[in-house]
């Protein structure tokens, strides 16, 4: 892999910040775009913008046919069995609430139990918190083992015939992890269970077949693997949509209206009210083609490299404690981290002032943060635009916070 | 700008050694706020003698700015009637907002003032300030 020719495909990997290169480290809140991703977005709106699914005219053909191209392009990317299982959100967030309010609405229960880990991110809790809660239905959480990785066995002493739903997130935002999701949606199925996987961390990173898993739903995030913001995709089996009513309702999720009847569109249309984002859409199918061209297995395994050498490295600033699994063949490239004596937010400024973006917090994971005993953590994570060089950067500057405040006993 | 002005030696002195740190018996006024974003937390506790601060205490956890700050700021209005503590506070809200103020009122407190150029951490070191205030409308 050529690295700096790579890099150049990125124009604000170019940028100075502080009088510094910019090494950035924040890829698990949100990536960079290539130029192709860029000017994809600004192609439509200078050549052939229009609503879609509407007009007889040429620019609505063409705008429509590039929106359902990159329902194409994420159908392939994560191998469903059909573009009628794609169906385009806001965000990975949204794909889950969308679940939770069709689905779960219709089929959790009083006294039905939902299985989640303690490493889901919010967008994977609160809604099945608040669904818990309408429906009085019981939430039980797997918890992590001391090495970082889920707790299989009480994962499996949780099952039950009660067991209505599994909810587990493919990679932890924070710890990394790698969750054995196909393992997962086997036992959970054996019960009856319907299984939801959070993959807005996972699919920007590893080749994703959402067959393979045999999971009945998949959340995914556009602006996490290069596409714009504001554009995600839910993954649900076919048999699951056909059952489902509508999650929000308006234009374009219709066939037929009248004043006392309204007939659903197909799918996965029915799912998708509203002028959709196609401008992020279109992104997104520019993302994919830049992801599939450099190959997920390329990504994978240089990613894992760039861990491993990372692992290696932040081991030696002194005091430092890494949270989640420590060794790279577990993980993806997300470390999170604390330094004794030195406050998350007080590395993340000064790393800030050597051009060093990282993340400080609860990282929207704040029951992971308890049940770690702490209430904010610092957080690199990276992509394949990274390089060992900006890894040695990130150490060489933990390693000047933890002297700006000294030695602490 | 450099690191080394906004962590002052001072700001790191009151970061790991705070002072008035605890609690008070039958305080007459408290408050708690947080920052949820960052997950800075402040707790404060007052006794008044007629219209005097006579003591106060903080606890709480966080980064540098947010602590330090706590600690400069409950020894600033220690024994201080409450006009002068609510000077104090405006004086401090006006250097993190970059507008003039008096430093001879700040004191110590004016090892802050280089957070004005940290947009990010000015909720930092105003959660104490906040937390003040609140605990000061609870006077009569």
């Known amino acids: 892999m050529d690295i700096e020719r790579i890099r150049k495909d990125f124009p604000v990997l170019s940028r100075m910040v502080r009088d510094k290169k910019l090494v950035y480290l924040d890829n698990a809140a949100t990536t960079q775009k290539p130029s192709v991703v860029i000017d994809a977005v600004a192609d439509l709106y200078k050549n052939y913008n229009a609503n879609v699914h509407r007009g007889v005219y040429l620019l609505a053909e063409e705008s429509t046919q590039a929106y359902e191209d990159s329902r194409e392009a994420v159908r392939r990317f994560i191998n469903a069995n059909s573009t009628k299982e794609i169906v385009f959100t806001r965000n990975a967030t949204e794909a889950l609430n969308l679940i939770a309010y069709t689905w779960g609405e219709a089929n959790i229960h009083a006294g039905d139990e939902i299985v989640v880990s303690i490493m889901e991110h919010h967008s994977n809790y609160v809604p099945w918190f608040r669904l818990a809660h309408r429906k009085g239905a019981v939430i039980k959480i797997v918890p992590s083992r001391m090495d970082g990785e889920l707790d299989m066995d009480a994962f499996k002493s949780m099952l039950s015939d009660k067991t209505k739903l599994v909810g587990i997130v493919h990679m932890s935002n924070v710890f990394g992890t790698i969750n054995p999701v196909k393992e997962i949606t086997a036992l959970a199925h054996k019960k009856g269970a319907a299984v939801v996987v959070d993959g807005a961390q996972s699919a920007p990173h590893m080749k994703i077949d959402v067959r393979d898993i045999d999971c009945d739903f998949f959340a995914v995030s556009g602006h996490k693997m290069l596409g714009p913001t504001g554009i995600g995709a839910l993954y649900a089996k076919e048999s699951y949509l056909e059952s489902m009513e509508p999650f929000l309702s308006g234009g374009e999720m219709i066939l037929k209206v009248t004043l006392d009847s309204v007939v659903y569109n197909e799918l996965p249309w029915k799912f998708e009210a509203g002028t959709p984002n196609y401008e992020g859409a279109i992104g997104l199918k520019a993302a994919i083609g830049y992801l599939e061209k450099m190959g997920m297995d390329t990504i994978e395994s240089y990613e894992r490299e760039l861990t491993a050498y990372a692992l290696e490295k932040m081991k030696t600033v002194p005091g430092i404690f890494i949270y989640g699994p420590l060794r790279a063949e577990k993980k993806g490239g997300i470390i999170a981290f604390n330094i004794k004596g030195v406050h998350s937010h007080d590395i993340g400024t000064i790393l800030d002032s050597e051009g060093i973006a990282i993340r400080a917090g609860h990282h929207c994971a704040q029951p992971l943060m308890i049940d770690c005993g702490v209430s904010a953590m610092a957080r690199a994570s990276f992509y394949f635009y990274n390089t060992k060089q900006e890894i040695d950067s990130l150490v060489a500057a933990l390693k000047k916070s933890k002297e700006i405040f000294g030695h602490v006993a | ?140």
């Open chain 2, 1 to 140: 700008m450099s690191l080394e002005e906004l962590f002052k030696e001072i700001i790191i002195e009151h970061y790991q050694h705070p002072k008035n740190q605890g609690h008070l018996e039958h305080p007459d006024a408290k408050s708690d706020g947080s920052n949820p974003l960052c997950g800075d937390e402040i707790a404060m506790e007052l006794i008044f003698d007629g219209n005097v601060v006579r003591n106060v205490m903080f606890t709480g956890n966080g980064c540098s700015i947010s602590q330090s700050a706590a600690s400069l700021i409950t020894e600033a209005i220690k024994g201080k009637t409450i006009e002068e503590t609510r000077t104090i506070m405006n004086e401090y809200k006006n250097m993190l907002a970059g507008k003039e103020y008096n430093a001879d009122i700040l004191g110590d407190l004016e090892a802050l003032s280089d957070v004005k150029r940290y947009p990010a951490r000015v909720k930092c070191a105003s959660l104490s300030v906040a937390v003040l205030d609140q605990a000061l409308q609870q006077k009569k």
